[in-house]
């Protein structure tokens, strides 16, 4: 017994540009489920207008209005549909019988190298092409020749869980080389031999960057805005705890300026301290404020009563809002170099879109990237993803000068933000 898979998951699409779609999801619920779908979503480039999430912790019942950022930005609807599917647990009652978890075994990593002729750009648009062929990077190495020639190493698992097949792997191949044009040299992807090299960490990383990084205090700004109005609005994100209300559920009233990621962020938070929603209202954008209502109980079923408790997880739901993703630019001896982290699920899964969303900043601003590479930092609290670019000088911007490394960086936030 159950539903029809069919019915799993329901697409109403926008009938005007502009207008939202509706996804609605009902199915078996299970732990972290609202935070893997709403982490696909992201990773298709779409935004949540709105949504609403219900759950009795057997069955749940999901609608997300979404639209895509940009609004040019082309979305493969039914390739997103079979991805939440599959995220989606079983709909058969044998479901029911037998609700042990079951950790399915990571995806297979595959070493894709392309070397290229050096252009500005270049690296964003092999990073756009992975992301439309829904091709996760997991890790990568960029290396310029002295000849202008680049060496781009790329570490990537498959959202379709195809690689295994050669016809997608030489259409992956094909489709690079076809983009890329004459600046494509050679391209390859093969399964990876060892896996050591995309789970080491970072130890290179300065302890002066880490500290810069990882030690920003929630009174600060997360990013410097354009004016103190600004940067006081984004002091204005609060939380309020209330226990009166529903007899069984704590529930938390959120309020804090939009941002890209934003719903993810406070549902990856949420599966990460081990509470449990049952209830989830986002409400619209109102004047770049948004509102969100959580129903929430600890893993026994009962309120979140205690003092400490409450306080950690509003302290680790504030930072999130208030610092997201951690940006830096800073000279390094003769090179200047960019720094991005991101906070790393307890499933080891990283924050998407954010290489993509660095590479394409950059590239806006005309700055070519000598390497690159994205690697593992642990704190005492939690695991970083952190990327690290080093610059190239460019005339508009002179890496030597502190106000164009600011603007840099700037620029670099905001698309990150979604500003």
Same mark, same amino acid.
């Given at each position: 017994?159950?539903?029809?898979?069919?019915?799993?998951?329901?697409?109403?699409?926008?009938?005007?540009?502009?207008?939202?779609?509706?996804?609605?999801?009902?199915?078996?619920? !299970?732990?972290?489920?609202?935070?893997?779908?709403?982490?696909?979503?992201?990773?298709?480039?779409?935004?949540?207008?709105?949504?609403?999430?219900?759950?009795?912790?057997?069955?749940?019942?999901?609608?997300?209005?979404?639209?895509?950022?940009?609004?040019?930005?082309?979305?493969?609807?039914?390739?997103?549909?079979?991805?939440?599917?599959?995220?989606?647990?079983?709909?058969?009652?044998?479901?029911?019988?037998?609700?042990?978890?079951?950790?399915?075994?990571?995806?297979?990593?595959?070493?894709?190298?392309?070397?290229?002729?050096?252009?500005?750009?270049?690296?964003?648009?092999?990073?756009?092409?992975?992301?439309?062929?829904?091709?996760?990077?997991?890790?990568? &190495?960029?290396?310029?020749?002295? +000849?202008?020639?680049?060496?781009?190493?790329?570490?990537?698992?498959?959202?379709?869980?195809?690689?295994?097949?050669?016809?997608?792997?030489?259409?992956?191949?094909?489709?690079?080389?076809?983009?890329?044009?004459?600046?494509?040299?050679?391209?390859?992807?093969?399964?990876?031999?060892?896996?050591?090299?995309?789970?080491?960490?970072?130890?290179?990383?300065?302890?002066?960057?880490?500290?810069?990084?990882?030690?920003?205090?929630?009174?600060?700004?997360?990013?410097?805005?354009?004016?103190?109005?600004?940067?006081? !609005?984004?002091?204005?994100?609060?939380?309020?705890?209330?226990?009166?209300?529903?007899?069984?559920?704590?529930?938390?009233?959120?309020?804090?300026?939009?941002?890209?990621?934003?719903?993810?962020?406070?549902?990856?938070?949420?599966?990460?301290?081990?509470?449990?929603?049952?209830?989830?209202?986002?409400?619209?954008?109102?004047?770049?404020?948004?509102?969100?209502?959580?129903?929430?109980?600890?893993? +026994?079923? &009962?309120?979140?009563?205690? +003092?400490?408790?409450?306080?950690?997880?509003?302290?680790?739901?504030?930072?999130?809002?208030?610092?997201?993703?951690?940006?830096?630019?800073?000279?390094?001896?003769? +090179?200047?170099?960019?720094?991005?982290?991101?906070?790393?699920?307890?499933?080891?899964?990283?924050?998407?879109?954010?290489?993509?969303?660095?590479?394409?900043?950059?590239?806006?601003?005309?700055?070519?990237?000598?390497?690159?590479?994205?690697?593992?930092?642990?704190?005492?609290?939690?695991?970083?993803?952190?990327?690290?670019?080093?610059?190239?000088?460019?005339?508009?911007?002179?890496?030597?000068?502190?106000?164009?490394?600011?603007?840099?960086?700037?620029?670099?936030?905001?698309?990150?933000?979604?500003?």
């Amino acid at each position: 017994m159950g539903i029809a898979w069919d019915d799993v998951i329901l697409m109403e699409h926008a009938v005007k540009p502009g207008d939202p779609t509706v996804i609605t999801i009902n199915c078996p619920d !299970k732990t972290g489920l609202g935070c893997d779908l709403c982490r696909i979503v992201l990773e298709f480039g779409l935004y949540v207008t709105r949504g609403d999430f219900a759950t009795d912790g057997k069955w749940c019942y999901i609608v997300l209005w979404v639209v895509p950022r940009p609004s040019s930005l082309k979305v493969d609807w039914g390739s997103l549909k079979n991805r939440l599917m599959s995220t989606c647990p079983s709909c058969m009652i044998s479901f029911y019988l037998n609700q042990q978890s079951t950790s399915s075994a990571p995806p297979s990593v595959y070493l894709l190298k392309v070397f290229c002729l050096d252009r500005k750009g270049l690296l964003h648009d092999v990073t756009k092409i992975l992301c439309e062929l829904e091709l996760t990077i997991q890790r990568v &190495k960029v290396m310029t020749t002295p +000849d202008d020639k680049v060496l781009d190493l790329f570490f990537i698992t498959d959202g379709m869980d195809l690689l295994h097949t050669k016809q997608r792997r030489d259409e992956t191949c094909e489709h690079l080389s076809d983009v890329l044009g004459e600046y494509c040299i050679s391209c390859e992807l093969q399964l990876s031999e060892t896996e050591c090299e995309v789970q080491q960490g970072c130890p290179s990383l300065p302890q002066e960057v880490a500290e810069e990084l990882f030690s920003c205090e929630l009174s600060k700004e997360a990013v410097p805005m354009s004016s103190a109005s600004d940067t006081a !609005k984004l002091k204005k994100a609060t939380i309020t705890v209330d226990n009166l209300l529903s007899p069984a559920h704590t529930l938390l009233q959120i309020q804090c300026v939009d941002q890209k990621g934003l719903i993810y962020d406070i549902l990856r938070t949420s599966k990460d301290c081990d509470v449990q929603i049952a209830f989830v209202r986002i409400q619209s954008t109102a004047k770049g404020y948004r509102t969100i209502d959580l129903f929430i109980q600890r893993t +026994d079923g &009962k309120k979140i009563i205690d +003092d400490e408790s409450i306080k950690y997880l509003c302290s680790r739901l504030k930072e999130e809002m208030l610092h997201p993703l951690r940006v830096t630019v800073a000279s390094r001896g003769p +090179d200047t170099e960019l720094l991005v982290a991101n906070p790393v699920e307890l499933s080891g899964k990283g924050r998407p879109r954010v290489f993509y969303d660095v590479t394409f900043a950059l590239k806006k601003l005309g700055i070519c990237i000598f390497s690159a590479e994205i690697a593992r930092h642990s704190t005492a609290e939690r695991q970083w993803e952190v990327y690290r670019f080093r610059l190239d000088e460019s005339p508009e911007y002179p890496l030597a000068s502190m106000r164009a490394r600011t603007e840099i960086g700037d620029r670099v936030k905001k698309t990150l933000m979604g500003w």
